[in-house]
């Protein structure tokens, strides 16, 4: 299973991006999916999370209501829109998929850079 993420990229404080994170090598559908994101000197750091079917995603307190996470098993790709996005946000983002949940992430993307800078 390989996962690669897209849509990083150099915003405005206010402004929006949606990260996509493509898996090959296996169904979608089989995996719980969940976007974490590492800044500079800081530990990797769960986001948010999406299950099998999409009727169940989590968020961490600082992504409610900024960041909305979903997933087209169709497409074998889970996104994360974020929205109102602060300079506190910058981070590389990492997408990452596990079968069993709970348990521990199986697969790791190689992220994707987000800046949040005027």
């Known amino acids: 299973v390989q996962l690669v993420e897209s849509g990083g990229g150099l915003v405005q404080p206010g402004g929006s991006l949606r990260l996509s994170c493509v898996l090959s090598?296996?169904?979608?559908?089989?995996?719980?999916m969940g976007w974490h994101r590492q800044a500079p000197g800081e530990n990797r750091d769960l986001v948010a999370s999406?299950?099998?079917?999409?009727?169940?995603?989590h968020y961490e307190d600082f992504a409610q209501g900024r960041f909305t996470i979903s997933r087209d098993n169709a497409k074998n790709t889970v996104y994360l829109q974020m929205d109102l996005l602060k300079p506190e946000d910058t981070a590389i983002y990492y997408c990452?998929?596990?079968?069993?949940?709970?348990?521990?992430?199986?697969?790791w993307g190689q992220g994707t850079q987000v800046t949040v800078s005027a």
């Open positions: 990452a998929a596990r079968l069993i949940n709970p348990g521990a992430y199986e697969y």
């Open positions: 090598g296996g169904i979608l559908e089989k995996y719980w």
């Open positions: 999406i299950s099998w079917s999409g009727n169940t995603p």
